[in-house]
């Protein structure tokens, strides 16, 4: 694989938590304008962790998640009464709080005569423990995806648990939510912290790989794609927000022979999509269907394997 | 014997009172009506009761236990079920999801199978439709399948806000077969309807409530001789 692909498909990777970090609020009801602050904060939490307290790799993206996931702990509450527009405002809201903060944030410390640390809109430089570590770019990217799958394993065993339909029914609808008995309070602040420990893995990701950060990375239009990524691939399984990402950005890399026309063609593509399957790509009834395809071929496969069994 | 007894109940959406010292008693094992206009907070009482609104004073008690002002999962466990009114279903949960829902709280999760099977026994039409999206049902379906998922809570009380509402003649009248059929087999029920005839049919005592006040509690031949009654909700012909 050459760097540029390796660097593609880990931008994919890195870019797939923040999608669905928002995939696990959109799944119980909420839209929100502002996962990047939780990306964001882990990105110069973990930073801060490795290049300024000498701390391992592996403690400080902990460490970063921890952070992004007490922050949404301290978001959950004040948006709680929040619903759709208003959730969207007071996340977008927070997230844009959360940049300007980093824009005037200073904490340095001299490490080897360097002055090292977040630097207001100067930015955070010097975030070297994977180059300094050799551990080379293909390696990383294992890194990413090696977490990845870890998040989509825990995503789909949420799915197939009560929690899952917990969090579906009060996507639906909160009042009837209630009435069946949820604890609408409890539920709803554990899914913004899933949410943001999701994009804080993400984001100490981030950081790591690109050793440089500042502010206006975690604009609000990194908010904007992480939820059209769930939008356009599909909300029925996590694997719609991937396909999101995955089409996002091929098409934005394959579109590059279109030169100057590149956005216009594909912002086209992007909304032809979205007339054909205005439901995401992946929408609940294409995964109904597959599921209950799954079903119809499962039980012959079942009952072979009985009959083969039959002789022992 | 009353099972719910409401004393003095005091609901209001900010400055605004809805229920003005509403003041009621649901007799065990019998039906009992709540009639009343639009707007006359009929849908606030069943809300205050099932602790989705707070009263801002009076007492709830459902067999012996205060329940005002508790949450919605503490009045659920006690065993009081809800048929809200007009936000039925999951729309886009499956006709078995929406049953498994209704038992949410419920601890013998191995008893759930077979109220489902129970369900599909006394409703065809949601075994028919059980891979289905419950939004694509029609409305008689999802009356009867928003009435199937408050009895997944196995409720002592079931609360029905209601039930008539928007539906045609012939399923309003299998809607109030199958509230008879309930209360026959042992399930209190109290009813919300603007159906005063329907309601007659089938209630034991009857509650009008008009501005947030309980303007008449009678039996069902006391309300028919009613001359207000009459002529504001049996019509003039009666």
Redesign the interface.
Known sequence: MDDHLIQVFSNVGMISFIALSAYVLLLTGEISFGQQAFFAISAYASGIATAMWGWAFWPGLVWGAAVAGAAAFLLAWPTLRMRGLYFAIGTLAFAEMVRLIFEIFRYQVEIEGELVGPDGSEGFRGIRYIFESDISATQYMLIIYLLLSAVLAFLFAIERTRLG??F??LG??E?????????RTYYKVMATVIAGVIAGIGGALYAHMNTYIEPKIFNVMLGVHSLAYGLIGGLGTAFGPLIGVGLDIGLLESTRIFTGYRMVVFGGLVALLLIFRPRGLLD?AAV?AIK?LWRRFLPAAQTQRSNNRAPD | MAVLEINDIVTAYGKIEALKGVSLSVAEGKITCLLGPNGAGKTTLMMTI?G?LKPQRGAIRFNGQDLAGK???TV??QGVA?V?EN?L?????TVE?NL???A??RRDAGKVPSDIASVYERFPRLQERR?Q?AGTLSGGEQQMLAIS?ALM?RPKLLLMDEPSLGLAPLIVEDIFRIVRELNNEGTTIFLVEQNAHMALQVAHHFYLIEQGKIVFDGSPDEMEEDEVIKRAYLGSKV
Request: hydrophobic content about 40%.
């Open positions: 339909a917990i579906r029914m639906e609808d009042l009837l939510a209630e009435m069946q008995g949820v604890n609940e109904h209950s | 099932s989705i949450p919605a999962r659920v466990g809800l809200p936000r279903v999951f729309p886009e949960m999801e498994k829902a209704g949410y709280l891979e999206y998922r809570a």
